[in-house]
């Protein structure tokens, strides 16, 4: 048996077999056998190679296509970067259901995808960002610069400050693929032009003048006519999204009100102890006119850097106090601080306490026109000089005692709200399903909203943080109570949604006089477009004037129109202008909806604008603006016309 075996796996079908498994393995590789493959990417995207344009995505060709996959890390990462763009844009409006959305997501991933194929097509055109170009455009970023110039110093300590660190070797690769993404974007945007014949047709459009007749019609009757069941049923199905009723929520909540809590006692003894210590910061009450450099230190530095910036500032100081030195000269050449250094190092006048420790306490302890350094803060080593003193005059503790009364009362009431709030947050806590038993031991009273929807309610519903939280998944799901919602100063709510009615379909038992007025009003709205288009159809036949005067309504008229012009309306001035010229001889006529009413007009006579009496400024300005829009457009249909080249898949799981 095992020779009859041997002999038939020596002949040509054996041959014939092995060589078809080589196929495989010679695409796949051994490993693809061995192990198991899991894919993670969010987007992929397939390149036919450059040498065969047109090749099918059938396999084995496939393999022949380059593959460039978008991974979860940078999705995540743009997507954390729209978020936080959007908390800044949106503040206490931001939404964070509707930024969580599908569509939403959708739309980031899609702009990851358009940079990630404009990537592909300039190294498919053997398109390279220069050293230089990165060099310049790093040079032009605001954060890196010192009065407007770039700074080598400033521009590593930022990127070590960020997190995590990076290297300027890795932050310029970034910026070179962010080139690199809009590279043929951004010069098909820029070679959009305008020439001076388009320019010319549009200034004439923009600025022409329009003289119009109209009539108004008046609003017909109300439709009092039978409506059948059958017509309330086909209303109510052909309309059943008009007919829903939206989502709502009710809330319980506790508020903490630092304005009505009781005003702590405030006895002589605590009057004169914070008399006594307003004294101690400024004994004097004097102020000081302050001038410094600074010598910045970054939080990381090396203790070699440290030691030069240090030794820096003493030679600094050396060099201030030689007789004849210019300080403001000495600040504007090397200050660090760029708020102060084009004022020559002046900081204006401080009083005690206004600056950090050991800066402050170093100013106030100088005499006018002393030198002082270096001195260690925060920020580095400073050379301080003194330029004025102003002597201050000292206030009696009779004269400030209401200032300090009320100042220890304000100080009194933020701490029993604060140790209040505390409480009451540790206490439900304990028990976030209710906030009564909290709200009882503490003295507090627990409310309720009526119910209200996303757009708001009454009281604290109209706030947007607390709308925020009262329809956010934890909230309705649970039943739990938030976290303290800050509604204004020293004002704080906890709440905790006890109702919540989804978007629901409202039965047509309990809609029926709506679907009936519904029905009601549509027939009349009819009735206005027929009254409109009889009247359109006469006053094309004989005219606007004589078709008005036999339906007896009367005709206006509005000469010199332009395009921002306030009257009739600027709804209507707006259908007048969409209407297009005569052709032919022919009356050019137009109805439209104003307001709830039908207007008729006719345009009896068109004039271009003068666009000699248009200025240089006006005319560079107009063109830029239409270059500008030309180019996006552009840019746009580039973009869109790229994905056909490619073969993308979207993971909508991974979103």
Do not use: C
Not at 50 to 64: E, G, K, M, N
Not at 332 to 342: I, M, T, V
Request: aromatic fraction near 6%; proline fraction near 5%.
């Amino acid at each position: 048996m095992l020779q009859k075996l041997r002999e038939k796996t020596s002949g040509w079908i054996a041959t014939a077999i092995l060589g078809l498994l080589i196929v495989p393995f010679a695409f796949f590789g051994m490993e693809s056998y061995m192990s198991q493959r899991v894919d993670t990417y969010v987007a992929r995207i397939a390149q036919p190679p450059s040498w065969w344009a047109s090749a099918p995505q059938v396999w084995p060709i496939t393999y022949l296509w380059k593959i460039e996959d978008i991974d979860a890390a940078a999705y995540k990462e743009r997507l954390e970067t729209a978020r936080m763009r959007m908390r800044a844009q949106q503040g206490e409006s931001y939404d964070a259901k509707a930024f969580e959305s599908v569509e939403n997501k959708r739309k980031i991933l899609d702009t990851l995808i358009d940079d990630r194929l404009m990537q592909l097509a300039t190294k498919r055109d053997n398109i390279v960002i220069s050293d230089a170009q990165v060099a310049e455009a790093i040079g032009k970023i605001p954060d890196f610069q010192v009065d407007g110039a770039f700074n080598t110093d400033r521009y590593q300590m930022l990127l070590s400050t960020q997190n995590p660190p990076m290297t300027p070797r890795s932050f310029e690769a970034k910026v070179r693929d962010g080139l690199m993404d809009d590279l043929i974007p951004s010069r098909i945007a820029q070679s959009a032009f305008v020439t001076d014949t388009e320019l010319d047709r549009l200034m004439r459009l923009l600025g022409e003048h329009r003289d119009v007749s109209y009539v108004n019609l008046p609003a017909p009757a109300a439709d009092t006519s039978e409506v059948t069941q059958a017509q309330i049923d086909a209303w109510y199905k052909a309309h059943a999204a008009q007919f829903h009723a939206p989502e709502t929520v009710r809330l319980e909540y506790v508020e903490v009100d630092g304005s009505k809590l009781a005003p702590p006692v405030v006895d002589d003894a605590a009057l004169h102890k914070k008399y006594q210590e307003q004294i101690a910061k400024s004994p004097s009450g004097d102020k000081r006119e302050v001038s410094h450099i600074l010598i910045a230190v970054a939080a990381n530095a090396s203790d070699t850097e440290k030691k030069a910036a240090e030794a820096k500032a003493r030679q600094l100081a050396d060099m201030a106090r030689a007789p004849g030195a210019d300080f403001a000269a000495l600040a504007k050449a090397n200050s660090d601080d760029s708020g102060s250094k084009a004022k020559g190092g002046d900081l204006g006048w401080l009083s005690k306490g206004g600056m950090p420790g050991t800066f402050d306490d170093a100013a106030f302890a100088m005499q006018q026109g002393e030198i002082r350094g270096p001195v260690k803060s925060d920020f580095g080593w400073h050379v301080i000089k003194v330029n004025q003193i102003q002597q201050g005059v000292q206030r009696s503790f009779e004269d400030m005692r209401a200032d300090l009364e009320k100042e220890l009362q304000q100080g009194g009431r933020e701490q029993a709200f604060n140790e209040l709030t505390g409480k009451l947050v540790d206490a439900v806590y304990k028990n976030p399903t209710s906030l009564e038993p909290a709200a009882k031991a503490l003295g507090l009273t627990v409310q309720t909203t009526p119910a209200f929807t996303r757009t708001g309610g009454p009281g604290i519903a109209a706030d947007p943080k607390v709308l925020r939280a009262a329809f956010s998944d934890n909230l309705m799901q649970d039943g739990t109570a938030s976290d303290p919602i800050e509604i204004g100063p020293e004002h704080t709510v906890l709440i905790r949604v006890i109702a919540h009615e989804p978007e629901r379909a409202l039965p047509l038992a309990q809609v029926r006089d709506a679907v009936v007025q519904a029905i009601h009003a549509d027939r009349q709205r009819k009735a206005a477009e027929s009254a409109a288009d009889a009247l359109l159809k006469a006053a094309q036949g004989k005219g606007l004037a004589a078709a008005a005067q036999a339906a007896g309504l009367a005709v206006s008229d509005a000469n010199d129109l332009v395009r921002r012009s306030p009257l009739p309306s600027a709804q209507a001035v707006e259908a007048f202008f969409n209407l297009p010229r005569a052709r032919d001889n022919k009356l050019s006529m137009g109805k439209a909806l104003i307001g709830g009413s039908y207007m008729v007009f006719e345009l009896r006579a068109v004039r271009d604008a003068d666009i000699g009496q248009v200025s240089a400024q006006e005319r560079t300005q107009l063109r830029q603006q239409v270059s500008q829009s030309t180019g996006m457009q552009a840019q746009d249909a580039f973009v869109r016309a790229a994905r056909a080249h490619y073969d993308i898949k979207v993971a909508e799981d991974r979103l």
